[in-house]
Structure formats: structure tokens, C-alpha cells
């Protein structure tokens, strides 16, 4: 008799045993589809051992109906899914739904249609083909995809298909990619650059674990020295992940890839289309995509033969996932590479104070980069006190910044102002009856998108019109903006620099890989004086005619109590201030704040960054946070509020009573509408030395609650909202 134990895709069955009919082949990992009553599920064959099941006697068992065509899941992708499920109290069907990353791909490669514009172009056109014409100009996608960029329904574009305006063409999926080469363009390293690739590529050749953090200043050539040890692993045969923080970056880092290994890397990333989807993971199951570069979800792909992973912005708070499975990749890339043997190289200039920690303790090891590439200085980092040194009435920069922002202009060189906050105002109020625009969904107010024309809500999405009059006094034209969002300061530039050409950057406007490489392109060919932009533009780029950089309010950051706030903002402001004088003219950095005495200003101030993760670490270990205690938050919530707090109380009265362990709440969470759901939190802080997570099963798993009711287990969390 041959038994099976599955982990099926169904949250309430996780586990279940079927019989292997006669003729089936299965291994651990083997993807298979199974009857459950009278539907199909999948599922993934698990070691009996390792997955606690049933105890279903033989005859009862219902047979397995098919195995996929894909190689089973390899073994250490099975111990990490195991240890992501235990360690962030997911569970495990959740996370090994990650790895499988396309169903379609399961069926097997073949071909698939997708569609494109044939160029024709007829001289009457209805309103919807003729915005559906300029919408997908340059794409090819299937209806579906098309007919969501376009803003069209399906039915427009089938009419299209019919009038002969569109085209199919025939997509084969297996159809291989091209080789990346290992010694393409090999740049001459420094000395410094040298002795960290030797490291590296020793470490790819070992094949064990070896996790390394790569600790260079902006401008060190961080991502050179790291694709040597890509090159090495190219030249053994074995994949490559590489971790990006966002999908912003990655049009940048295709373009190094490909002039370093002539052609570019495989993409992974949530919103490909999907035959890349599918040809993507097909590749990579396959061991055929040499080099995967993608946000956090490309961790959990089922590589065949990897043999490195870089975590590149390792310190970035973005790869934290904040729902579904509340997990952190670069702590799951460690993992990863643990089980798969191999090396792990976390690469920043501010690593996270866990990072250093552990590096400090020996865990890790520290690779420095301590200076800029080729010569380049270091930018000089001045204050200025907005206390003292006042931007005009209604403006926001100081007159030292906008002096030198003219002198910038004058000697042809680029500038760059930060403000973390997308569209032109975070408050609009009536100036009649003081009227807040709030979200219905969420405990916020709506923010002002002049461009977009739009009242927007950054939580969850929700849109209004601007309207005429204010809705609570009826009054017209009464409506004022309150603070600056990077659309004002943008507004305030061509004010004051008339001719400046000024680019804005905001995940609102450079939303896809056409317009960012756009304005890279323009930004390298000097063709933008001032570049006003959120932290999508903090990291990553390199403009050698960039030498001014301004930091409109380096104060943002530091409200909102968040414990980690001290260290997001000297982050955040080092890595902006390391786009200034990348090239050969030297930088300078203005940073405008009303606390300039904060620990954090000074020490961008006097570039003391060892003393400040010493303070900040002090501070840590006398909160007991982490690195040196750790932290758990529970999350709860419904779309009633008595349910939600009810269900808060009931946790909150189950409480155990451990000396480890410190339980705060349950509270409102400071969020406590979000997406039209009431939330409250808790927050356990414990001893290193507690079994945190057997904690909070223990007290949670006995608990029911009602229907509406969800309860969120955040293990090591970054959002306190
Ligand atoms: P970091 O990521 O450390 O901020 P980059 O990797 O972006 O630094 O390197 C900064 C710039 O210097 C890039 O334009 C890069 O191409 C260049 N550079 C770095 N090292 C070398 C090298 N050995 N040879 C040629 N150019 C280099
Ligand atoms: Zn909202």
C-alpha cells in the first residue's frame, strides 16, 4: 500500500493522506492534484514524519488524480517553507503557495496568445478604441492585461481583434532566454573592490553557507563587487537571486546587468504579465533562468541549482511584508541560503542595526567598503535650522537652500529635493468651518493630488473629485491646502527657478518601467536641472552631474513614536545624501529640520554613523527591543467595531502571565479604521531566550471568535500603526 501525506492549497484542510494508485510516480515535493469531496485541489507530497496528519485507515483513502508536469520541490525549499511557517505563525499551505508563484505554469509550457496593435489606422475611431490605440501602443499582453492598461472593457478590444486593428501572435513559453556570459564586460576593479569579490567568489566556489554583509558608502561600487560573485556562479552553472526593495529599482539595475553580462537578468516580481509569469517560473524550476532578480516574492521560487543570493538595500524596511504572511526576506533570504548551502550577501550603506549586530557577534561576515569609487569624495552635509533660517509665507525651502539650488542652475549642474510624501498636500481643510477631508475607509486624511486632480487616501486607495464647495458648510472655493507634499515643492522650483527644468518622481508618476527608464535617460543626459522626488529616488541612482541634494524636512520621519524611527531616518537621509557628487565635482547636502539638536540630525551632520548605531543599539537594549529582546504584535480586526473589540478583549483576558514576556494592550491601534475594518493591537515584547512564537500559539489557538473577526500574528514587526 502506498500513502501519500499532502499539504493541500485549502486553509481549512492543510493536511491530508491519499493513496497512490498503481502506475503514479511520486517523490516529496511532487505536485499533485487530489479529490477533495467534490472538487480538485493541489497539494505538495510532504514527508509523513515532518508533517503531523491523520490517521485515516488504508481503505478509506482516496486515490491521487495526476502529477503535475514540473520537477517536485526541492528539499530545502520544503525546510524553508517549514521554518517560515513555524517562525512567522503562518500557515504552511500559505507560504508554500508563494513558491508555486504561477498555477498556470504547473500545466506544463506550450504556447498562449497574446495581442498587439497591427498598426493599421483607420480614419474614424470611437472614443474607447481610440484611447484603447494610445494606451497600447508598444504592448502585447493577453485581452485581459490589455484591457486593464487600456482602461477598456474586454469586449472593446475583441471588437478591435474583429476590425482587424489588433492581432494575435503566439507566445511560446519554454522558449528559452538568452545566456548571460560570465567575463561580458569585466570592470577593473580597486583594491578594496578586489579583496571583497575574492571573498565573494571564494564563497560561490565553496558552495556552504556563508552569509556576508556588504558594508560600502553610496558610491563604493557595491553592486560591482557583487557581480563577480554573480559571474562565478554564472561560470559553475548555478542560478542567482538577487533582492531588490522595489520594482522601482529594478529598470535601473537591468540596465548594469546587461552591460556587465551583455544580456538582461530574468525578471520576477508581482505584476509581470502572465507568459512572463509562466515562462519565468518554468525557467527557474527548470534551473534555465540563470540570474532571478525581483522584490521579496522571487525568494520563494523553487531555483533547481542555486548557488547565490544577494539581498542588495538590504536595510530596506520594504522587504517586511504586511500581509498575507507577515514575513521579512532579507531574515527568509538567510534562511534560504542556509538550507540550500550556499553564500547570502546582505548589501547596504546603512544596514539595519539587526545586521550589524549580528556581524558584531561573528554571525555575519563584514566586508567594508570605505571609500567611493574612483576618487570620489564623500558630500559635505550642512543643517539648516528652519527655526532660525525661515523659508518665506507659504514656501517651504530655506533661503540658503533656494541660493544654492540658483547657483546650481547657473553652473549647469543637477539638484535633487526629498520629501517623503506623494501629491501636493497631506491636509485639506475649509477655511470657512474648518472641514477635514478624511477617508471613509480609514483613520486618515485624504491627500490632495493636484496633477491627478484628486483627493486620494495613501491606505487603501479611495479617490474623490475635489469638490466645488465645501460638503459640510456648503460654502464655494473655501477649501486650503495645509503642508507641502512633493507636488507643492515641485510648484515652489519653478517659481523661484523659472527656467529650471524640474522632474517630479513619485510612484505616481514614474508607475511603469517605460517612464522610469525615460527619466533616467533624461536625468543622465542633463536634460532635468531639479528632480523633486519621494524615497523612490533615495537609492540606486547614479548622476555624476548631480551635486546638490536638499532634504526639505528631515523631521517627518521622526514623529509618530515608531521605535525604529531614529534609525529609518538617518537611513533614509544617508542614502539621499549619497546621490550628491557621485561624479568628479564634490556634492553638498542640506538637510532642513526644526530639531537639530535630534541625535540623528547631528550625526548626519558630523557623518559619525559608529557612534550613532552605538547610541541607537544603548537605547535598544534598554528598551529590551531588538535586536537584544523581541517583539510580537497581535493584530485584530473586523468590519464591526463591538466584534473587533471583543475579540480584543477576549485575547487580551487570555493573556498568559509569563516572567519573560511583557503583553501591552489590547489598545485602539493608532490605524484603528483601515479598509473599513476596526483594528486594535497588541504588543509582546519578550527576553531573547523566550519560545515567542510557542507563547502565542499556546494562548491563541484555543480561542474562537466570531465569524468577522480576523486575528493577525506580526512576528518581528516594522509597522506599529
Ligand atoms: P553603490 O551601489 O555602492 O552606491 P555603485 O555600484 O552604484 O555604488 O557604483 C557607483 C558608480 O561607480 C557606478 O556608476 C558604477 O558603475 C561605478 N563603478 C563602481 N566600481 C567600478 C569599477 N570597478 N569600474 C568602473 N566603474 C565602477
Ligand atoms: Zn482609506
Same mark, same amino acid.
Given at each position: ?60 483513502? /482516496? ?43 504547473? /500545466? ?145 539595475? !537591468? ?132 527655526? =532660525? ?38 491636509? =485639506? ?25 484628486? !483627493? ?77 522626488? =519621494? ?68 550625526? !548626519? ?117
Amino acid at each position: 500500500m502506498n500513502r501519500a501525506r499532502l499539504l493541500v492549497f485549502n486553509a481549512a484542510l492543510p493536511v491530508l493522506d491519499y493513496r497512490v494508485p498503481d502506475g503514479m510516480i511520486v517523490e516529496p515535493g511532487s505536485i499533485v492534484v487530489a479529490p477533495l469531496g467534490p472538487r480538485q485541489v493541489l497539494g505538495i507530497v510532504w514527508e509523513d514524519e515532518r508533517l503531523p496528519g491523520t490517521e485515516v485507515p488504508d481503505s478509506k483513502l /482516496r486515490p491521487l488524480l495526476e502529477v503535475m508536469p514540473v520537477p517536485p520541490l526541492p528539499a530545502p525549499l520544503r525546510r524553508l517553507i517549514e521554518w517560515t511557517a513555524d517562525y512567522y505563525c503562518a500557515p504552511m499551505a500559505a507560504v508554500a503557495r508563494m513558491a508555486i508563484g504561477s498555477m498556470a505554469a504547473l /500545466r506544463g509550457g506550450g504556447t498562449m496568445t497574446e495581442y498587439r496593435l497591427t498598426g493599421m489606422e483607420p480614419k474614424r475611431l470611437t472614443p474607447q478604441r481610440a484611447a484603447a490605440m494610445d494606451a497600447l501602443d508598444g504592448e502585447q499582453a493577453t485581452i485581459r492585461e490589455l484591457a486593464e492598461r487600456a482602461s477598456v472593457s474586454e469586449g472593446v478590444l475583441r471588437g478591435m481583434v474583429g476590425a482587424g486593428l489588433l492581432e494575435p501572435v503566439v507566445v511560446d513559453l519554454d522558449r528559452p532566454y538568452p545566456r548571460a556570459r560570465a567575463d561580458h564586460a569585466q570592470p577593473q576593479l580597486s583594491e578594496d573592490q578586489q579583496a571583497a569579490a575574492d571573498r565573494f567568489v571564494a564563497a560561490v566556489d565553496k558552495g556552504k553557507f556563508a552569509p556576508f554583509l556588504l558594508d560600502g558608502v553610496t558610491g563604493s561600487g557595491k553592486t560591482e563587487t557583487y557581480f563577480e560573485a554573480v559571474a562565478e556562479a554564472l561560470r559553475l552553472g548555478r542560478q542567482v537571486l538577487v533582492l531588490l526593495p522595489e520594482i522601482a529599482l529594478t529598470e535601473n539595475f !537591468l540596465r548594469r546587468f546587461e552591460a556587465r553580462f551583455g544580456v538582461p537578468p530574468v525578471l520576477w516580481h508581482s505584476s509581470l504579465k502572465s507568459t512572463e509569469r509562466r515562462r519565468a517560473w518554468r525557467a527557474i524550476v527548470r534551473g534555465e533562468a540563470q540570474v532571478v532578480v525581483g522584490a521579496r516574492s522571487a525568494l520563494f521560487m523553487p531555483y533547481a541549482k542555486l548557488g547565490l543570493i544577494v539581498v542588495d538595500e538590504a536595510h530596506e524596511v520594504s522587504f517586511k511584508q504586511d500581509d498575507g504572511v507577515r514575513y521579512n526576506a532579507r531574515d527568509v533570504a538567510v534562511m534560504r541560503a542556509k538550507f540550500e548551502k550556499v553564500p547570502v550577501i546582505l548589501a547596504s550603506a546603512t544596514p539595519a542595526l539587526e545586521s550589524m549586530q549580528l556581524a558584531e557577534a561573528g554571525v555575519y561576515e563584514k566586508i567594508d567598503l570605505p571609500a567611493r569609487f574612483g576618487g570620489a569624495t564623500m558630500p559635505d552635509i550642512q543643517i539648516v535650522d528652519l527655526r =532660525t533660517e525661515q523659508p518665506e509665507r507659504g514656501h517651504w525651502l530655506a533661503p540658503r537652500l533656494v541660493k544654492e539650488l540658483k547657483l546650481r542652475l547657473e553652473r549647469g549642474e543637477q539638484s535633487l529635493l526629498f520629501l517623503n510624501r506623494r501629491g501636493y498636500a497631506p491636509l =485639506t481643510l475649509c477655511r470657512n468651518c474648518g472641514h477635514r477631508f478624511q477617508c471613509p475607509n480609514c483613520t486618515a486624511w485624504l491627500v490632495e493630488h493636484r496633477l491627478s486632480r484628486r !483627493l486620494a487616501c495613501h491606505h487603501c486607495g479611495y479617490e474623490t473629485q475635489p469638490p466645488e464647495a465645501c460638503p459640510e458648510c456648503h460654502t464655494a472655493d473655501c477649501l486650503v491646502a495645509c503642508g507641502p507634499g512633493v507636488e507643492r515643492i515641485a510648484d515652489e522650483v519653478r517659481e523661484i527657478l523659472p527656467e529650471a527644468r524640474v522632474a517630479l518622481v513619485t510612484s505616481d508618476t514614474l508607475n511603469n518601467p517605460a517612464k522610469i527608464n525615460e527619466f533616467v535617460e533624461a536625468a543622465e543626459n542633463r536634460m532635468i536641472d531639479v528632480i523633486v522626488g =519621494t524615497q523612490l529616488v533615495t537609492k540606486g541612482y547614479h548622476f555624476p552631474e548631480l551635486t546638490l541634494v536638499g532634504v526639505v524636512d528631515a523631521d517627518l520621519g521622526l514623529e509618530g513614536g515608531d521605535l525604529r524611527a531614529g534609525e529609518r531616518t538617518y537611513q533614509q537621509i544617508a542614502q539621499v545624501a549619497g546621490r550628491a557628487g557621485r561624479g568628479e565635482k564634490p556634492g553638498k547636502v542640506l538637510i532642513q529640520t526644526r530639531h537639530p539638536e535630534a541625535p540623528v540630525i547631528e550625526a !548626519l551632520a558630523s557623518g559619525d554613523r559608529d557612534s550613532f548605531y552605538a547610541a541607537e543599539a544603548e537605547a535598544r537594549r534598554d528598551a529590551m527591543a531588538p535586536p537584544f529582546g523581541r517583539w510580537a504584535a497581535i493584530i485584530v480586526s473586523s468590519e464591526e467595531e463591538a466584534e473587533a473589540r471583543e475579540a480584543a478583549r477576549q485575547i487580551g483576558g487570555a493573556r498568559p502571565d509569563l516572567p519573560d514576556v511583557l503583553i501591552l494592550g489590547p489598545a485602539p491601534a493608532p490605524l484603528s479604521l483601515l479598509r473599513g475594518r476596526y483594528r486594535y493591537r497588541l504588543l509582546i515584547n519578550a527576553r531573547r531566550s523566550a519560545e515567542l512564537q510557542d507563547v502565542i500559539r499556546a494562548w491563541l489557538d484555543p480561542l474562537r471568535f466570531s465569524h468577522g473577526v480576523r486575528v493577525a500574528v506580526d512576528i518581528d514587526p516594522y509597522s506599529f500603526v
